[in-house]
């Protein structure tokens, strides 16, 4: 009957503190055990209860907290590690009395041990931001006895694509943190509108395709499209791709008027931006300027050679008139 009681105290005073590397990974029978004997030395007497609270404050600081911060898988090690250090005090104190300065001096190496040895497992700093639920840059937390992810919305923001009519969209669900090997990509679309609102998208495909791609892109595929990225039943990212498409019509209409308003300026410049300085003239290239220089130098070769001949033949046509005037006159 004590001893159910005794059990019963020792998971109210777990429950009742706040967890810690000690409560993560020791067995509640083994707590009880180690804590059994404890005496307090003022008083002369066992007091179980002060016991799980000198162990709280061994175990539950900044120190052996940040040193049980491994990576994904290593809290096997760290069980292994603090099994090591507190199983054989346990069997050594088991059914003994034992004063609580003995409790304070093997507890506090007990837990120094456990920090120089579990400081050097692994690390992990792969959390890449703005989005995704990133399971390898999960790190282990004592305070909550399981592994934190990185704390990302599942969501990420929003990318704008613009495209012309009739030509070809591609879209690619890609993250730059690693993936499990099993996955299915999900594409879903919400015609016309920019929204994040899971209710508003229709199912496109499924698959493990991370591209989607829209050959010819008209004005029905305008809106947005979203890629869900699973590992069995869990969502691990969706990404979001707002499409605009411009009319053919539209812009060939407005390179047409671009190039218009450019043949309307002097020197070949070119419209500023609102708001921005203005554009350098365009120089021509060095090979546009070689092949006009030769142009005008033929040119002015071939204006010569006209001239000269023209020359010649008024000449000729002179002393032909001239010797048909001689034989008249004889």
Request: glycine share 6%.
């Amino acid at each position: 009957m004590c001893t159910s009681a005794l059990w019963l105290m020792c998971i109210s005073l777990l429950c009742s503190t706040s967890l810690s590397c000690f409560q993560c990974f020791v067995d509640v029978d083994d707590s009880l055990r180690l804590c059994w004997g404890h005496v307090l030395t003022v008083y002369n007497i066992r007091n179980v209860d002060a016991c799980f609270t000198k162990l709280d404050e061994i175990f539950n600081n900044e120190s052996v907290i940040e040193a049980g911060r491994v990576g994904k898988g290593y809290d096997k090690q760290l069980k292994e590690i603090l099994d090591a250090e507190i199983l054989p005090i346990v069997e050594e104190f088991d059914k003994k009395l034992n004063n609580d300065t003995v409790y304070e001096e093997r507890l506090q190496t007990a837990a120094g041990n456990f920090i120089a040895a579990a400081s050097k497992l692994p690390r992990v700093s792969g959390c890449f931001p703005p989005c995704g639920f990133q399971s390898a840059g999960a790190v282990y937390n004592c305070i909550t006895c399981q592994y934190n992810s990185c704390e990302f919305p599942l969501d990420c923001p929003v990318k704008e694509i613009n495209v012309v009519e009739y030509s070809r969209s591609q879209m690619w669900c890609d993250v730059p943190f690693p993936l499990p090997d099993n996955i299915e990509v999900i594409w879903r679309f919400a015609e016309e509108v920019e929204t994040q609102q899971v209710d508003q998208f229709k199912e496109v495909t499924a698959g493990v395709d991370t591209l989607y791609s829209i050959p010819s892109t008209t004005l029905q595929h305008r809106g947005t499209y979203q890629c869900e990225i699973l590992s069995g039943q869990r969502s691990i990212v969706r990404l979001y791709y707002y499409l605009t498409v411009t009319p053919q019509s539209v812009a060939g209409h407005t390179e047409l008027q671009e190039l218009f308003d450019l043949s309307l300026l002097p020197g070949g410049q070119l419209l500023p931006a609102p708001g921005g300085p203005p554009h350098s003239p365009l120089l021509p290239s060095p090979l546009l300027l070689t092949a006009c220089l030769t142009a005008s130098l033929l040119l002015l070769f071939l204006s010569l050679g006209a001239l000269h001949l023209s020359s010649l033949a008024a000449q000729t046509s002179h002393c032909e008139q001239a010797d048909g005037d001689e034989d008249l006159g004889s």
